[in-house]
T-cell receptor
Framework: GIQVEQSPPDLILQEGANSTLRCNFSDSVNNLQWFHQNPWGQLINLFYIPSGTKQNGRLSATTVATERYSLLYISSSQTTDSGVYFCAVAGNQFYFGTGTSLTVIP | DAGVTQSPTHLIKTRGQHVTLRCSPISGHKSVSWYQQVLGQGPQFIFQYYEKEERGRGNFPDRFSARQFPNYSSELNVNALLLGDSALYLC?????????FGPGTRLTVT
């Protein structure tokens, strides 16, 4: 199966700071998504981004499929950004990374 | 539009029992997938169904089975429950590639 590695595993930020989360994957994929999992377990779609760059408010993402990585940028972080961020890729099935646990402190 | 719904929200079962979890996809989505998420890990793929046919199966024992109905809703069945089956079970529906997740069913096996 496809290996998906996310870094860093844990991140603590002061409110207002910026951050970059990275996702590396081991094989060609036809789908890549970023999710935010809230404390109740709900996976919230952030981006569907198999290639290229997208922006949505304070969040943006870039996937370089040929180099097998994706980046999620969070700018001006807020306490509500806290939670676990997952990258997931699809080959013949969907593979999730181990996640980045983000804590934003006021 | 209604999102993916799952039932029940929580349940507690005893080792050796059987459990059925249910999922209703977003209207118009024909693909449903099931995932298991144990504490501290990312979700693990269990099954994918499309148009009532199994399209993929993850590395789970035969105690796990699923089916999809004509209205595209789905059931996940787990027999002979073990303590290690305690997890959050997530259902996702998809119109093509992008997946949308339900709130999950939290299963505790005692």
């Amino acid at each position: 199966g496809i290996q998906v590695e996310q870094s860093p595993p844990d991140l603590i930020l002061q409110e207002g700071a910026n951050s970059t989360l990275r996702c590396n994957f081991s094989d060609s994929v036809n789908n890549l998504q970023w999710f935010h999992q809230n404390p109740w377990g709900q996976l919230i779609n952030l981006f569907y981004i198999p290639s290229g760059t997208k922006q949505n408010g304070r969040l943006s993402a870039t996937t370089v499929a040929t180099e097998r990585y994706s980046l999620l940028y969070i700018s001006s972080s807020q306490t509500t950004d806290s939670g676990v961020y997952f990258c997931a890729v699809a080959g013949n099935q969907f593979y999730f990374g181990t996640g980045t646990s983000l804590t934003v402190i006021p | 539009d209604a999102g993916v719904t799952q039932s029940p929200t929580h349940l507690i079962k005893t080792r050796g029992q059987h459990v059925t979890l249910r999922c209703s996809p977003i209207s118009g989505h024909k693909s449903v997938s099931w995932y298991q998420q144990v504490l501290g890990q990312g979700p693990q793929f269990i099954f994918q169904y499309y148009e009532k046919e199994e399209r993929g199966r993850g590395n789970f024992p035969d105690r796990f089975s699923a089916r999809q109905f004509p209205n595209y809703s789905s059931e996940l069945n787990v027999n002979a429950l073990l303590l290690g089956d305690s997890a959050l079970y997530l259902c996702a529906s998809s119109p093509s590639y992008e997946q949308y997740f339900g709130p999950g069913t939290r299963l505790t096996v005692t």
